[in-house]
């Protein structure tokens, strides 16, 4: 079993006066850095690769949570793994192991999530984007990483998406899970007219808030909200729900209930029910046409396959694959992790 290093990130006011208020605020909502340190070890306990744990510190001042998985096992290009909205790094400890076999693998905690920093990114959808981006290529140009197979799920999708947009020359290939944020919004379709009215009420309503306000606010019933709302991740992680049903939950929790620095951003991000605010499909168009993409889809999972064939349609010239995982919803490395290796391994197989 590997052996994992840990740091723990937690920081108090420096103002006595702030002090009382904290420890208030954090008795009544159960989290800490420690917590998710502890929490992500668990989820990671079962890794046997070799994997090192580093606050990758950036040019701007901020620093991204770093997993880097059998560096030094070869020079061909690294994975490098993208997690989604709500989520990190710990959330891909079934996919480790066997994507590291071949190739270097890293995997990062996106700015504003899990245990990176988490700064105020404004309410500009497109200056949010922006700062993304820009950790992104600097957490690179810091590693020393010259070319990537660049891995993105959900909301991590779009972003590596708008990476190759920018920065082509350093993407050998885009895998995309599951992406969020293709389709330009239409109430008039089909798929809008589905919604319940009482539904699209709520989601007018509640807008102006950060999507998971509602587990920080619950304080002491926050986990529970979190566990009876995603009661399907405990069959997604079997190894790690049978040494402790409540270890995902845990992360996923913790993840969650600090700073919602990322998810403000996403919120901004996003317009009507949960389309982009800059849909890629509008965009993707312009990707060079030596970057290949593959679009790997969870048959299961509420988005829609079509933006995967439509993009093949927009970019005649390059090479496009579109996969549906038989019996995924939109976590597809975790609903058929097998299946999601065998296409991954496949896609890397020609690539040095």
Not at 208 to 231: C, D, E, Q, T, Y
Not at 234 to 254: C, G, L, M, W
Request: hydrophobic share 35%; with cysteine; net charge neutral.
């Amino acid at each position: 079993m590997a052996e994992i290093q840990s740091e723990s990130l937690e920081q108090l006011p420096n103002n006595p006066e702030q002090c009382s208020w904290w420890r208030s605020w954090c008795k009544w909502k159960p989290t800490s850095a420690n917590h998710l340190v502890d929490a992500e070890n668990k989820m990671l306990q079962f890794i046997k690769s070799s994997i090192e744990k580093k606050l990758v510190k950036l040019p701007s001042g901020q620093s991204l949570w770093t997993l880097m998985v059998n560096r030094k096992i070869s020079t061909k290009v690294p994975i490098v793994m993208v997690h989604g909205f709500a989520g990190g790094v710990g959330l891909w400890c079934m996919n480790l192991d066997s994507l590291s076999k071949r190739r270097p693998l890293y995997a990062f905690d996106l700015l504003g999530f899990g245990r990176s920093s988490r700064p105020k990114f404004g309410s500009d959808p497109n200056g949010a984007e922006k700062m993304f981006i820009q950790s992104i290529e600097e957490w690179r140009e810091t590693l020393k990483l010259d070319k990537m197979i660049l891995l993105g799920h959900s909301f991590g999708g779009y972003l590596v998406s708008s990476y190759a947009l920018q920065y082509p020359e350093r993407v050998k290939s885009l895998i995309l899970v599951d992406p969020w944020g293709f389709p330009s919004q239409d109430p008039d379709s089909e798929r809008a007219r589905q919604i319940p009215i009482w539904i699209r009420a709520v989601v007018r309503i509640l807008s102006p808030f950060n999507p998971l306000g509602v587990v920080r606010a619950a304080g002491p019933w926050g986990p529970g909200l979190i566990k009876r709302a995603r009661a399907d991740f405990k069959a997604r992680y079997p190894e790690v729900s049978e040494q402790d049903e409540n270890t995902i939950f845990e992360y996923i929790y913790h993840c969650n209930a600090g700073s919602p620095s990322g998810e403000s951003a996403f919120r901004n991000m996003n317009q009507g029910l949960g389309y982009a605010y800059k849909p890629m499909l509008t965009r993707i168009g312009a990707l060079c046409n030596e970057v290949p993409l593959t679009f790997v889809y969870g048959a299961r999972s509420w988005m829609d396959i079509s933006s995967g064939h439509e993009t093949q349609n927009l970019l005649p010239n390059n090479h496009v694959e579109v996969y549906s995982v038989k019996g995924a919803g939109h976590h597809v490395y975790a609903d058929r992790p097998e299946l999601f290796h065998e296409i991954i391994d496949t896609i890397c197989d020609g690539i040095d």
